[in-house]
């Protein structure tokens, strides 16, 4: 098993940056797929982003393709999400979460899930 434990998010105006962390624990983080998603209120879990395991690939939605930048640090077992020039579109709790294989955009092929951390972007 891995335990995923999100942290960074906060309030922050339009325009602003806000760093996401998500720290691993357990079984070999550095053998997972990891991906970010996000739900805003009464709306479905969205893909934000995706990272392989060696991160040798990334993967983002349209919406925060040249703004936000996924990486990950296995030898400190830490998923990163920086996110720049946020918008109030961007509102939402903010996931990451662990899998190893099939369709990377679709949460349902995601195994571990942290709790979630809330990104609140003001206009």
């Known amino acids: 098993q891995v335990q995923l434990v999100e942290s960074g998010g906060g309030l922050v105006q339009s325009g602003g940056s806000l760093r996401l962390t998500c720290a691993a624990s357990?079984?070999?983080?550095?053998?997972?797929?990891m991906g970010w998603f996000r739900q805003a209120p009464g709306k479905e879990r969205e893909f934000v982003a995706f990272?392989?395991?060696?991160?040798?690939?990334?993967t983002y939605e349209d919406s925060v393709k040249g703004r936000f930048t996924i990486s990950r640090d296995n030898a400190k077992n830490m998923l990163y999400l920086e996110m720049n020039s946020l918008k109030p579109e961007d509102t939402a709790v903010y996931y990451c979460?662990?899998?190893?294989?099939?369709?990377?955009?679709?949460?349902?092929?995601?195994?571990?899930w942290g709790q979630g951390t809330q990104v609140t972007v003001s206009s």
């Open positions: 979460a662990a899998r190893n294989t099939g369709n990377l955009y679709s949460p349902l092929t995601y195994t571990y």
């Open positions: 357990g079984h070999m983080f550095s053998n997972y797929n």
């Open positions: 990272i392989a395991w060696g991160a040798f690939r990334t």
